[in-house]
């Protein structure tokens, strides 16, 4: 009888333990959880652009080839100065000067034939209805090397602002969508991060000769992209 009554009692005890455990373990994973990604880009109308131009020019020793760069990048300059461009949208982006080799002769030796200078800028356009003409006018005052033209927004931060709200948007009808498909209540949103972003790129759109007859240009629109990833809980 002892016996059987301790049995008893031990069998009891091992059950009330593992029912503790389990409840525990329980506890411990909480509630399910639905984790989502959201995109949202936003396009616009580009307010300015950037050329990156420049001069090259060649002579017989180096400091008559930095002489004419120089000369040359002076006019270039006058004439943007001239077109309205302020002194604080104009850099100098890069200066070089090298020798100019002969082509191998055939004993595989090469001797230097002249020297090459450059004067490279970049130069900030405000007003996009310039940008044709200014172009035109730099190349006919010695401008010689095109290195690029991008177009921008001077205050590009609403426009990220409304694609970081459509990336929310975008991750909350998604959390709602597979709450309802998998037939549970969505619960409390418990965290929110930004995935990355990316800023401006040209989108080219259309392309229409300037106002003033110059290079024709495409402006077309600039757009910008957010992330988020959310995580909600699942109602219980």
């Known amino acids: 009888m002892e016996l059987r ?4 009692i031990t069998g009891l005890l091992f059950a009330t333990t593992l029912a503790a455990f389990a409840a525990t373990a329980d506890a ?3 509630p399910g959880t639905i984790t989502v990604s959201g995109e949202g880009s936003v396009a616009a109308a580009p307010d300015m652009a950037t050329l990156r131009l420049g001069v090259n020019r060649r002579a017989d020793t180096a400091a008559e080839a ?3 760069a120089s000369r040359a990048a002076a006019e270039v300059l006058a004439q943007i100065e001239d077109a309205g461009i302020a002194s604080r ?3 100098t982006s890069g200066l070089t000067l090298g020798p100019v080799w002969s082509p191998r ?3 595989g030796e090469r001797r230097i034939i002249g020297y090459e200078a450059g004067n490279s800028l970049n130069v900030r356009v405000r007003d996009l209805d310039l940008l044709g003409g200014l172009l035109d006018t730099v190349v006919s005052v010695g401008a010689d090397s095109f290195g690029g033209l991008s177009f921008g927004l001077a205050d590009p931060d609403p426009l990220m602002d409304a694609a970081r709200e459509a990336a929310v948007a975008d991750a909350q009808h998604k959390a709602r969508l597979y709450a309802t498909a998998a037939g549970v209540e969505l619960g409390a949103l418990r965290s929110l991060s930004e995935d990355g972003y990316a800023r401006p790129e040209p989108m080219m759109m259309r392309a ?3 106002a003033a007859g110059g290079v024709p240009i495409a402006e077309g629109e600039v ?3 957010a992330r988020v990833q959310m ?3 699942i109602a219980q």
Not at 5 to 8: G, N
Request: no cysteine; net charge negative; glycine share 4%.
């Open 223 to 225: 757009e910008v992209t």
């Open 28 to 30: 411990s994973e909480g």
């Open 208 to 210: 229409e000769m300037d």
């Open 5 to 8: 009554h301790l049995a008893a």
């Open 89 to 91: 949208d104009v850099q």
């Open 231 to 233: 995580v909600y809980t």
């Open 105 to 107: 002769r055939n004993d």
């Open 66 to 68: 930095l002489a004419e």
